[in-house]
């Protein structure tokens, strides 16, 4: 399948990758291994952003609902509703000024 986006962490200890398999995965870069597979989707990941701190990941899907991560424990937090669309960027600004 195709690799359709990938993005370091803020603390450049993981590497995201989406992908048209319907996943997301955390690669310990340092390892060179995958963490987590996120696996929830049910199309085309397109894109994927980390929080500030590193500890959480935004994943954008074709299914119409964005998807929020605990990247400690792989866990899905929350799945966001509303859109009649494919959701194919997302951008995330939690940093403090």
């Known amino acids: 399948r195709f690799l359709l986006k990938c993005a370091f962490s803020p603390d450049s200890q993981r ?4 992908s048209a398999d319907k ?8 390892k060179w291994e ?4 996120l696996k929830d989707h049910q199309r ?7 929080s500030a701190d590193s500890s ?3 994943t954008a899907c074709s ?3 964005p998807r929020l991560w605990d990247l400690r ?3 899905l937090v929350r799945t966001y509703q509303g859109s009649n669309l494919a959701v194919t960027c997302v951008a995330l600004n939690d940093a403090q000024i």
């Open 15 to 18: 590497l995201v990758t989406t």
């Open 23 to 30: 996943t997301a995965k955390l690669w310990n870069v340092r």
């Open 34 to 37: 995958v963490e987590h597979t």
């Open 44 to 50: 085309w990941v397109w894109d994927a952003a980390f």
């Open 56 to 58: 959480y990941l935004v």
């Open 63 to 65: 299914d119409h609902h």
């Open 73 to 75: 424990t792989g866990d």
